[in-house]
């Protein structure tokens, strides 16, 4: 059963425009959403955060909305460079169980930039 | 990079035979975790670790087993490799429970 839903295998976004990737969850005992991005043949980069209690975070180009009554997050770059042509994986964790357990992932989505 | 070496960074092995891949990291963090990559599945948490000789299962850990005997180095062992345990790991830390996870280069095995 998975707990984290990226249902965009693949999106296509032409530079200097806006890209928006989304993403579904399940578990309402997650509190805390994390954006990963993925080159080939490197390990995951952390990107960007948003804790449960806000619905916003920014920065630069980048900007995660959270809508909990949804269970659905999304992540926003704008504008789009090639750059930012990468594998984006979203991730949640339980931040107030105070465990050390990992975060748990969806399958990811390939974001390529056309010029 | 967060100090994490990931070794080695690719292994081809035979079925059955045993494997052990090695995460370690120069700055003495408490958390360390071992997740697998496969296409499909996105990561998937195999074994975490919270302290020296402190660990635990995730997801998906049947076929392996992991040692901290040391802070800097968390081993995944493949006791058997099979074709289903060819995958990219990646090993990972976090500077604090809540924390984000840093992860290393990851390690590509292939089981034939």
């Known amino acids: 059963d998975q707990q984290v839903k990226q249902n965009s295998p693949s999106l296509s976004v032409q530079e200097g425009r806006i890209s928006i990737l989304n993403c579904d969850y399940t578990n309402s005992m997650f509190d805390y959403f994390l954006w990963y991005k993925k080159y080939p043949a490197e390990g995951p980069t952390f990107l960007i955060s948003i804790s449960s209690i806000k619905d916003k975070n920014e920065d630069g180009r980048f900007t995660v909305f959270l809508n909990k009554s949804a269970k659905h997050l999304s992540l926003h770059i704008v504008p789009s460079q090639p750059g930012d042509s990468a594998v984006y994986f979203c991730a949640a964790m339980i931040y107030s169980g105070g465990g050390a357990d990992g975060l748990t992932f969806g399958k990811g989505t390939h974001l390529i930039i056309q010029p | 990079d967060a100090g994490i070496t990931q070794s080695p960074r690719h292994k081809v092995t035979e079925t059955g035979t045993p494997v052990t891949l090695r995460c370690h990291q120069t700055?003495?963090?408490?958390?360390m975790y071992w997740y697998r990559q496969d296409p499909g599945h996105g990561l998937r948490l195999i074994h975490y670790?919270?302290?020296?000789?402190?660990?635990d299962k995730g997801e998906v850990s049947d076929g392996y087993s992991v040692s901290r005997s040391k802070t800097e180095d968390f081993l995944l062992t493949l006791e058997s490799a099979t074709s289903s345990q060819t995958s990219v790991y990646f090993c990972?830390?976090?500077?604090?429970?809540?924390?984000?996870?840093?992860f290393g280069q990851g390690t590509r095995l292939t089981v034939v």
């Open positions: 990972a830390i976090k500077l604090g429970v809540n924390t984000e996870a840093f």
């Open positions: 700055e003495n963090h408490r958390y």
């Open positions: 670790s919270y302290g020296v000789k402190d660990t």
